[in-house]
């Protein structure tokens, strides 16, 4: 479904040219559950974007579907980029606008065939006393659920997530995470992942490619994990850490 082929992508930086993704292949299925891992600077980000042609490669092809996403005219590119759905680490909500005009943003930029009811999406992230409230009123795990049903509510057929829980707390992440999984399970989506939070891969994915220095030097198989098994406590991990030996 989704295929890279010898991507390549140089940025200057300050001191001088650095390779952010260095020749890499891969293959995400339909309907899979990919993550994406590595430490920062790492390329992960740069590798999601060519995804939805946010970011170009220098070289090498991305095909999604069979058709490659940079040879596009600028219709078929907007279409390509209207069926995946993205969801970021700081939320990028509008803080002048309500839950539901948030959700809706989407559906004012481009016409959606086939988009979810908002009263359905509401109700699927648990919103749906909060559709009037602003970004403002809202606790982060909150705010990263209207990012999701923002993405949800064009019925994306990719869902990129770049570092979702990245800025939450662990039981939040938890939440996250379990809407995530209930969203592929209802709606059938692929979905890809970028964090450096293993157990969130372990949660969540069933393979993850590991980048270092814009190389991908793995893809693992993952032993997935229970959600709620993974993630214990705030306590019982500070018990862990800072007790046992
Ligand atoms: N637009 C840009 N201009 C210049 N350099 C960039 C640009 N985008 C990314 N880079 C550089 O490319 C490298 C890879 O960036 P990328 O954002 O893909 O890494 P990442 O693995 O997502 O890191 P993080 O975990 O910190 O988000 C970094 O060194 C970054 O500074
Ligand atoms: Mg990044």
Redesign the pocket.
Known sequence: MIDLKNVSKT???QNGP?K??DDINLHIEENELFGVI??????????LRFINAL?TPDSGEVVVDGINVHKLDKQALRLHQKQIGMIFQQFNLLNNKTVEENIRMPLELYPYKESIELDRVLDFVGLSDKRTSYPSELSGGQKQRVGIARALITRPKILLC??PTSALDLGTTTEIVDVLKKAHENFGMTIVI?T?ELDVIKALCTRAAV?EK?KLVDVIDVARADVHEEFRTYHERALEVLRDA
């Not at 590595?38 to 590798?47: C, D, H, Q, W, Y």
Request: hydrophobic share 35%; aromatic share 8%.
């Open positions: 940025f200057s930086g650095f952010a993704v590595g430490e920062s600077g790492a390329g992960k980000s740069t590798l970011e770049d570092e970028v450096h980048m814009g």
